[in-house]
Structures are given as C-alpha cells and as structure tokens.
C-alpha cells in the first residue's frame, strides 16, 4: 500500500488473469496505540507520540486507500459501461474510530478519519465516469487480530455492544460490501456497521 510499482504491479498481475476490475474493495488497516504526550509510566519522562508511527500509519491507511482508488478508477475509465451505466463501484473501510475515536488512537482515527472525508469528493470526481464510491465504518470484528486478544478483553469488547453483543462476523461485512455493489442509487455515504456501539474515551 505504500508503494506505487507494488500496487500498480498488483494490480497488472489481477488484470492478467481476471481483467479490469470493475470492483475495488479497499481494507488497509495498521493500528498504533499511544497517547499523543504525557509521562513515560517507568522512567517518568514526558514523551510524545513517536511522529515516524504516525506518518507510517497514515501512508498506510489513508495514502494507501488513495493510492488504490487512483489506480483502480484510471483503470474503470478505460472500459465501457455496463447496461445500467456504470463503470464499477469502489468501497473502503474506515472505521468506527473515525467517529469514537479513543484515547491512544490520534493515527489510527485520523487515518480512518480521512477515509471518510474523501468518500463523497472522490464519488463526485468519478460521477460522470459512471463509478460510485463509498465508506463503511466497521465496529469490532471477530478477525484474526481480535482471535488473538484475551478472553477478558473480548468479552469486555463485546459487552459495549448492545445488539447483538457479539462481535460482527467477517461474512456479514462481505455481505454488506455485495449490498452496497447491488445498491446501484448508493453514492457517496459512509454508513457504519457496528450494532449500535459507540465507543468510550478508554
């Protein structure tokens, strides 16, 4: 995500063997937990938010999201439209952080942040090539990050869910994304999937 020859020649590889996408789904997602400054608990020194980690989180989430949307639509704009007028559909994750961001996520929720903000420009930019972009906001998903926290920690996480208390299923976000594909008045919205939870400061 942080290189363009190794999207673009990913992207030259998918063509090879499959063509031009006309579908782009977009889930670059690297976390890095600190406070932005404050006392370092051992030494007592007051530090900052390492700045290479932030900017290593951005180029990856946000920078990286773009860079994937820039080199996939050049690509739908080359091809014909299909019956109903569409070129393709590109979809990014953001995450709930981007609305509940909490302490110790200034990156991660500025990146995701981003991913948001750029949803409707882009869909306007690329409306009259007849491509539809959108943002979905994940909640807490039971990925293989989240397989390999503490049972403690996952059944606080999925005791902040009111319904259902659980954390989602990576299925029903593929589900959701073929909803949003199928959808064809969908444009330009970032809707959340979370099951109703907003997160706390903690």
């Known amino acids: 995500m942080t290189s ?11 063509r090879a063997a499959h063509g031009q996408e006309r579908i782009l789904v977009n889930c670059a997602g690297t976390l890095a937990a600190a ?9 007592g020194d007051i530090v900052h938010f390492p700045l290479d980690t932030f900017e290593r989180v951005i180029r990856i989430n946000l ?3 773009f860079r994937c949307i820039a080199k996939s639509a050049a690509g739908m704009i080359a091809i014909d439209r299909l019956a109903n007028g569409e070129r393709g559909v590109i979809i990014n994750t953001a995450s ?16 995701k942040g981003g991913v948001v903000s750029l949803t409707l420009p ?5 409306a009259a090539e007849g491509i539809r972009v959108n943002a979905i ?11 390999g926290a503490p049972d403690n920690v996952r059944e606080a996480l999925a ?5 259902p208390s659980r954390f989602g299923d990576p299925a029903e976000y593929a589900d959701f994304v ?5 959808s064809s008045y969908l444009n330009g919205e970032d809707i959340r999937l979370d099951g109703a939870v907003r997160m706390g400061a903690r």
């Open 35 to 43: 406070k932005t400054a404050g006392r370092d608990r051992k030494t």
């Open 159 to 163: 005791a902040q869910i009111p319904h």
């Open 122 to 126: 882009v869909a306007r930019d690329l």
């Open 178 to 182: 073929l909803g949003m594909i199928r």
């Open 137 to 147: 906001l994940p909640g807490v998903f039971d990925t293989a990050m989240m397989k």
């Open 4 to 14: 363009d020859d190794s999207v673009s020649a990913g992207f030259a590889l998918a």
């Open 96 to 111: 709930i952080a981007a609305e509940d961001g909490q302490m110790g996520q200034a990156a991660y929720s500025a990146s």
């Open 63 to 65: 920078v990286g999201t």
